[in-house]
């Protein structure tokens, strides 16, 4: 079993950034953020395969966040970049703990770990 610890969450002002840290208690495959804004359903961030060959990213976010990871430590991370308020939300960190990806990587139903989530919240 996988434990995941997302840190870096806080509030910001719209334009501003934060880092979002995931740490994982052993070795994943592909890894992923997902966030559930106030009322509404969790939605896919971005993704990275294993050796970070391939990143993904919903449309939303495209050209303000980045998604990278350091295998030695075991860590996943989220650069959100000129932030608006409706990437306010609570974001979570998933793990695939397999080493091929049974479907499509921005689904959640293929992750098996997730971390306790961590708030982002972004004024105007």
């Known amino acids: 079993q996988v434990q995941l610890v997302e840190s870096g969450g806080g509030l910001a002002q719209a334009g501003g950034s934060l880092r979002l840290s995931c740490a994982a208690s052993?070795?994943?495959?592909?890894m992923a953020w997902f966030r559930q804004p106030p009322g509404k359903e969790r939605e896919f961030v971005a993704a990275i395969t294993w050796r970070g060959l391939r990143t993904y990213y919903a449309d939303s976010v495209k050209g303000r966040f980045t998604i990278s990871r350091d295998n030695p430590k075991n860590t996943l991370y989220l650069q959100m970049n000129t932030l608006k308020p409706e990437d306010t939300a609570v974001y979570y960190c998933?793990?695939?703990?397999?080493?091929?990806?049974?479907?499509?990587?921005?689904?959640?139903?293929?992750?098996?770990?997730w971390g306790q989530g961590t708030q982002v919240t972004v004024s105007p």
């Open positions: 052993g070795l994943t495959y592909a």
């Open positions: 998933a793990a695939d703990q397999s080493p091929v990806v049974r479907g499509t990587i921005d689904t959640p139903n293929i992750y098996d770990y």
